[in-house]
T-cell receptor, first 115, second 114 residues
Framework: AQKITQTQPGMFVQEKEAVTLDCTYD???????LFWYKQPSSGEMIFLIY??????QNATEGRYSLNFQKARKSANLVISASQLGDSAMYFC????????????FGQGTELSVKP | DAGVTQSPTHLIKTRGQQVTLRCSPI?????VSWYQQVLGQGPQFIFQ???????GRGNFPDRFSARQFPNYSSELNVNALLLGDSALYLC?????????????FGSGTQLSVL
């Protein structure tokens, strides 16, 4: 069965420092996609970054990068130079190759950025 | 360009009632998916529609149904509401169903069942 595990219910980081949010996944499909979303208190899910299972390089989007370790089945999100506005819930999610619209989400990590 | 829009933003219903939630995808997107997010948990997949056909269904009872219209907007219907249906309902759109297609979410409809 496909599963996403986020083991950090809550994290604190000092403003301007980097932080890593952990995500491990379980699938037997060779083709899959991994996503990270940010959910502020307003409720909207904001897309941050995507990594495909066949991508050779780690994905980067501005201050966000994804540390993809395929053999370990991990897809950790790294946020550099944290800002107060980064305080939110962060969800890791996976999409199987043959199930286009179905994302499987983890439980989320609540990130708090301290001034 | 407008993002994914959902209506209404908040809704209060009583047990046994029926509810309809609406979603308009990003212009040009033909795939719409629905998710239920109970407080403190990650979203759970309910349905996906692509080109007006159901492409996937999650583990939800038959009280949940959906459809997609020719303009690619979508409705989610829930009949015989239960207290446990209280949740944030999120709609997501994408260009298509492929693995690398990114899903973009709306702000959701907060449903409270009393």
């Amino acid at each position: 069965a496909q599963k996403i595990t986020q083991t950090q219910p809550g994290m604190f980081v000092q403003e301007k420092e980097a932080v890593t949010l952990d995500c491990t996944y379980d699938t037997s499909d060779p083709s899959y996609g991994l996503f990270w979303y940010k959910q502020p208190s307003s409720g909207e899910m904001i897309f941050l970054i995507y990594q495909g299972s066949y991508d050779q390089q780690n994905a980067t989007e501005g201050r966000y990068s994804l540390n993809f370790q395929k053999a370990r089945k991990s897809a950790n999100l790294v946020i550099s130079a944290s800002q107060l506005g980064d305080s939110a819930m962060y969800f890791c999610a996976m999409k199987r190759g043959n199930q286009g619209g179905k994302l499987i989400f983890g439980q989320g990590t609540e990130l708090s950025v301290k001034p | 360009d407008a993002g994914v829009t959902q209506s209404p933003t908040h809704l209060i219903k009583t047990r046994g009632q029926q509810v309809t939630l609406r979603c308009s995808p990003i212009s040009g997107h033909k795939s719409v998916s629905w998710y239920q997010q109970v407080l403190g948990q990650g979203p759970q997949f309910i349905f996906q529609y692509y080109e007006k056909e159901e492409r996937g269904r999650g583990n939800f009872p038959d009280r949940f149904s959906a459809r997609q219209f020719p303009n690619y907007s979508s409705e989610l219907n829930v009949n015989a509401l239960l207290l446990g249906d209280s949740a944030l309902y999120l709609c997501a759109s994408s260009s298509g169903p492929q693995t690398n297609e990114k899903l973009f979410f709306g702000s959701g409809t907060q449903l409270s069942v009393l």
